[in-house]
């Protein structure tokens, strides 16, 4: 999105003056002190992966001009060597779908409205890249997969539905097809549903669809007679090898639509999936052998894309060895021990209603209220705090087998009681353990629940130079021990002060792990679900008065289409409340959510039935709660009262005027007083005043009710 952006010439004119890669810089990262204060471009989640992409700002005086030199050389540079290369941009309709109406622009704007002035430069980049000897083009079109894709602009499928017409009436028809490239509009993540016969209509040459999360059409496409199908059948953002006579048959029925070619290829980019499998290796040999068996990384699924390839120009026959090898590897993971295990099926299958249910809410705040004595405006964070070089060393050398178990756990105990100890000091209300112990909040869990196994080298980008390394869900999901009760009980018996147990929630857990393809993940979720209610009930028993389970990824993995949504929150919400379901009405549940668009789940956010809920709301400064307000919200609420994600140190009065207009809008016995999100990712030097100033300002402001 950040090339596309230069490549239209669609900065923002605070960025302008600067060129090449400093312009990049400036614009993913923003700029200050003497190089001049610049806000960088906002970063989202793109469609419903953990991939960010930064957002380009376009509103009505949005000038775009053809920047085409990065593109261009890129492909002389490959003709030159010998290699014929298909450039890939982001197209027209998905570039301004994607893209937030600008600060300056009128309520109600919609990027989508600019596309006549955007289609001459996207014309005039196709003309160079053909003079630059590219005879194909690829054009991502996947915003055309989702119902609606930003909350700020409101563009009806219609609306994206004419735009395609008008962009590739302007782009495949009108112009000259010896001026172009061929086009190959490509659609990953979901379905073009409606929006396929009107791409069928247009004269792009070739159509690439997502057939692993979305579905082959039913019946002959009006308009595919002309084109190139690419069938996405290998899946390019799970890593489980392909059952290649189930893709084969699935490639049968895309030859019956009636394309004039059908190629084969991977359902998405794959920049979702790590490099190559065969590096890997895991300690239990079963286990070892079973996974390189079962698991296909990029370099695999190119090689899966060429079988198919091959069998659709010589004939199954061709393949027939390593379909066979395909068909054995399923099997063998259809029956492995660990990947069905009967006694946790038989705990999912028994959950009856009355498992998800809490008791009446009212009575619960009563008893919370009497155990914690807390006092109106209780200060707390949200979990983590900074993962120091001392801790990360002493992981680094305890992995190596450098520093002993009991040396590194002592080290880590030492660095909670000091995290305790500061909070004390700080006059924070409920503390925290700090999380020191975690690599991550992810991979700790995974690490420490059957049906899990995490890699070395598997990296995946989420953006910028940030990757994460996504543990893979192979198995049903048990507790075999207590994950967190020593380290929580730890922490806690140095301080009277409350201090939050710290789970990471089911959702989550799946949405930053490669799940399992063959359970619905609705199961998978209620396994997670129980394992953490067990350990939440463990916390409960040694005396742990909150809990808090957080569920950063609950709107990532929103389905696209609205039609999903529903079915979706069910099975999320309710994992989050079997989880919690159980503890005692004195018990209170705290949740995090770290993002700040909630309009469409906010009664989700309600039907989690969490006592508080913290979520990231200083650089919306606060918006979220009059929308809280108007649906009667009726529960805690710490609305993030200073960013996390900057170094820079909130003044109290700062926080005070923030928590001025919390009062305001919420019943302040509701309120809560918290950073953003988590601290690991800050150094104490901003750590200590900024919680200082927090706890100052929460001390004032409480002062006034
Ligand atoms: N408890 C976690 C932390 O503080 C939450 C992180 C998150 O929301 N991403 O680090
Ligand atoms: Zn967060």
């Not at 979702?272 to 390189?292: I, M």
């Not at 909630?598 to 979220?624: P, Y």
């Given at each position: 999105m950040l090339d596309a952006a230069v490549t239209v010439g669609a900065l923002p004119r605070r960025f302008d003056g600067l060129t090449g890669l400093d312009a990049y810089f400036a614009a993913a990262r923003g700029t200050s002190g003497d190089a001049g204060e610049r806000a960088p471009l906002e970063m989202t989640k793109w469609f419903d992966t953990n991939y960010h992409y930064l957002v380009p700002e376009i509103g009505p005086d949005t000038t775009f001009a053809l920047d085409a030199a990065r593109l261009v050389a890129q492909v002389t540079e490959a003709v030159a060597e010998g290699y014929e290369t298909r450039p890939v941009v982001v197209g027209p309709v998905s570039f301004l779908l994607l893209a937030k109406p600008s600060d300056d622009a009128p309520a109600g704007f919609s990027p989508l409205s600019r596309l006549g002035d955007l289609l001459p430069v996207y014309a005039g980049l196709l003309r160079e890249l053909r003079e630059a000897g590219a005879t194909w083009v690829q054009l991502d079109e996947s915003g055309l997969v989702a119902d609606h894709l930003t909350d700020t602009s409101d563009v009806t499928p219609e609306a994206t539905r004419a735009a395609v017409t008008e962009a590739y009436r302007v782009l495949a028809t009108e112009l000259d097809a010896a001026e172009r490239p061929a086009i190959l509009l490509q659609a990953s993540y979901g379905s073009l549903g409606a929006a396929l016969p009107v791409v069928a209509a247009t004269d792009v040459e070739a159509v690439a669809l997502d057939l692993v999360r979305g579905a082959l059409p039913t019946g002959p496409v009006d308009g595919l007679e002309s084109k190139t199908l690419v069938a996405g059948v290998v899946d390019g953002r799970n890593i489980w090898r392909a059952d290649l006579a189930a893709k084969l048959d699935l490639l049968e029925r895309a030859q019956g639509l009636g394309a004039a070619g059908v190629v084969v290829g991977t359902s998405t980019s794959l920049q979702h999936v790590p490099h190559d499998v065969t590096t890997e290796r895991w300690d239990d040999a079963t286990l070892d052998a079973n996974l390189h068996a079962w698991l296909a990384f990029a370099d695999q699924k190119v090689a899966e894309v060429a079988v198919l390839a091959k069998a659709l120009t010589d004939g199954r026959d061709a393949v027939a060895d390593e379909v066979r090898a395909s068909s054995d590897a399923v099997a063998s993971r259809r029956d492995a021990a660990g990947v069905r295990v009967d006694a946790v099926r038989a705990r999912t299958a028994a959950l009856s209603r009355h498992d998800f249910e809490r008791g009446e809410h009212d009575a619960r705040v009563a008893e919370q209220a009497s155990r914690l004595a807390?006092?109106?405006?209780?200060?707390?964070?949200?979990?983590?705090?900074?993962?120091?070089?001392d801790i990360r060393r002493a992981r680094a050398a305890h992995a190596k087998g450098e520093l002993s178990t009991e040396a590194y756990e002592q080290a880590m105990r030492d660095e909670i009681a000091r995290v305790v100890t500061l909070q004390e000091e700080l006059g924070l209300d409920v503390l925290v353990h700090g999380e020191a112990e975690r690599n991550d909040?992810?991979?700790y869990f995974a690490e420490l629940l059957d049906g899990f196994a995490v890699t070395s080298n598997g990296w995946v980008q989420s953006y910028g130079s940030r990757c994460t390394r996504p543990s893979?869900?192979?198995?049903?999901?048990?507790?075999?021990?207590?994950?967190?009760?020593?380290?929580?009980?730890?922490?806690?018996?140095l301080t009277e002060k409350p201090l939050k147990g710290m789970l990471t929630g089911p959702v989550t857990i799946m949405a930053w792990s490669f799940v399992r393809d063959d359970v619905p993940l609705a199961e998978t979720a209620n396994q997670l679900g129980l394992a953490l209610r067990d350990e939440i009930a463990d916390l409960e028993a040694a005396g742990i008065a909150v809990v808090q389970v957080d569920e950063p990824a609950l709107r990532e993995l929103l389905p696209l289409r609205k039609a999903d949504q529903e079915t979706y929150l069910n099975w999320s919400?309710?994992?989050?409340?079997?989880?919690?379901?159980?503890?005692?009405?004195?018990?209170?549940?705290?949740?995090?959510?770290?993002?700040?668009?909630f309009g469409e789940v906010i009664g989700a956010i309600d039907h989690l039935d969490a006592d508080v809920t913290s979520i990231e709301a200083a650089r919306s400064r606060m918006e979220i709660l009059p929308e809280l307000r108007d649906e009667g919200f009726g529960r805690g609420v710490g609305p993030g009262v200073y960013d996390i994600h900057s170094p820079r140190v909130p003044s109290t009065g700062e926080v005070v005027e923030l928590l001025e207009l919390a009062v305001k809008t919420v019943d302040p016995t509701l309120l809560w007083v918290n950073p953003d999100c988590g601290l690991k990712t800050r150094g104490y030097a901003e750590v200590n005043p900024s919680l200082e100033h927090l706890v100052a300002a929460a001390r004032e402001v409480r002062a006034t009710l």
């Amino acid at each position: 999105m950040l090339d596309a952006a230069v490549t239209v010439g669609a900065l923002p004119r605070r960025f302008d003056g600067l060129t090449g890669l400093d312009a990049y810089f400036a614009a993913a990262r923003g700029t200050s002190g003497d190089a001049g204060e610049r806000a960088p471009l906002e970063m989202t989640k793109w469609f419903d992966t953990n991939y960010h992409y930064l957002v380009p700002e376009i509103g009505p005086d949005t000038t775009f001009a053809l920047d085409a030199a990065r593109l261009v050389a890129q492909v002389t540079e490959a003709v030159a060597e010998g290699y014929e290369t298909r450039p890939v941009v982001v197209g027209p309709v998905s570039f301004l779908l994607l893209a937030k109406p600008s600060d300056d622009a009128p309520a109600g704007f919609s990027p989508l409205s600019r596309l006549g002035d955007l289609l001459p430069v996207y014309a005039g980049l196709l003309r160079e890249l053909r003079e630059a000897g590219a005879t194909w083009v690829q054009l991502d079109e996947s915003g055309l997969v989702a119902d609606h894709l930003t909350d700020t602009s409101d563009v009806t499928p219609e609306a994206t539905r004419a735009a395609v017409t008008e962009a590739y009436r302007v782009l495949a028809t009108e112009l000259d097809a010896a001026e172009r490239p061929a086009i190959l509009l490509q659609a990953s993540y979901g379905s073009l549903g409606a929006a396929l016969p009107v791409v069928a209509a247009t004269d792009v040459e070739a159509v690439a669809l997502d057939l692993v999360r979305g579905a082959l059409p039913t019946g002959p496409v009006d308009g595919l007679e002309s084109k190139t199908l690419v069938a996405g059948v290998v899946d390019g953002r799970n890593i489980w090898r392909a059952d290649l006579a189930a893709k084969l048959d699935l490639l049968e029925r895309a030859q019956g639509l009636g394309a004039a070619g059908v190629v084969v290829g991977t359902s998405t980019s794959l920049q979702h999936v790590p490099h190559d499998v065969t590096t890997e290796r895991w300690d239990d040999a079963t286990l070892d052998a079973n996974l390189h068996a079962w698991l296909a990384f990029a370099d695999q699924k190119v090689a899966e894309v060429a079988v198919l390839a091959k069998a659709l120009t010589d004939g199954r026959d061709a393949v027939a060895d390593e379909v066979r090898a395909s068909s054995d590897a399923v099997a063998s993971r259809r029956d492995a021990a660990g990947v069905r295990v009967d006694a946790v099926r038989a705990r999912t299958a028994a959950l009856s209603r009355h498992d998800f249910e809490r008791g009446e809410h009212d009575a619960r705040v009563a008893e919370q209220a009497s155990r914690l004595a807390l006092p109106p405006l209780p200060t707390t964070t949200i979990g983590s705090f900074p993962q120091t070089v001392d801790i990360r060393r002493a992981r680094a050398a305890h992995a190596k087998g450098e520093l002993s178990t009991e040396a590194y756990e002592q080290a880590m105990r030492d660095e909670i009681a000091r995290v305790v100890t500061l909070q004390e000091e700080l006059g924070l209300d409920v503390l925290v353990h700090g999380e020191a112990e975690r690599n991550d909040m992810v991979q700790y869990f995974a690490e420490l629940l059957d049906g899990f196994a995490v890699t070395s080298n598997g990296w995946v980008q989420s953006y910028g130079s940030r990757c994460t390394r996504p543990s893979i869900l192979w198995g049903d999901v048990s507790r075999p021990e207590p994950m967190t009760v020593r380290w929580t009980t730890y922490a806690q018996s140095l301080t009277e002060k409350p201090l939050k147990g710290m789970l990471t929630g089911p959702v989550t857990i799946m949405a930053w792990s490669f799940v399992r393809d063959d359970v619905p993940l609705a199961e998978t979720a209620n396994q997670l679900g129980l394992a953490l209610r067990d350990e939440i009930a463990d916390l409960e028993a040694a005396g742990i008065a909150v809990v808090q389970v957080d569920e950063p990824a609950l709107r990532e993995l929103l389905p696209l289409r609205k039609a999903d949504q529903e079915t979706y929150l069910n099975w999320s919400v309710g994992s989050f409340r079997l989880a919690t379901a159980g503890v005692r009405p004195d018990t209170q549940i705290h949740t995090h959510l770290c993002y700040s668009e909630f309009g469409e789940v906010i009664g989700a956010i309600d039907h989690l039935d969490a006592d508080v809920t913290s979520i990231e709301a200083a650089r919306s400064r606060m918006e979220i709660l009059p929308e809280l307000r108007d649906e009667g919200f009726g529960r805690g609420v710490g609305p993030g009262v200073y960013d996390i994600h900057s170094p820079r140190v909130p003044s109290t009065g700062e926080v005070v005027e923030l928590l001025e207009l919390a009062v305001k809008t919420v019943d302040p016995t509701l309120l809560w007083v918290n950073p953003d999100c988590g601290l690991k990712t800050r150094g104490y030097a901003e750590v200590n005043p900024s919680l200082e100033h927090l706890v100052a300002a929460a001390r004032e402001v409480r002062a006034t009710l």
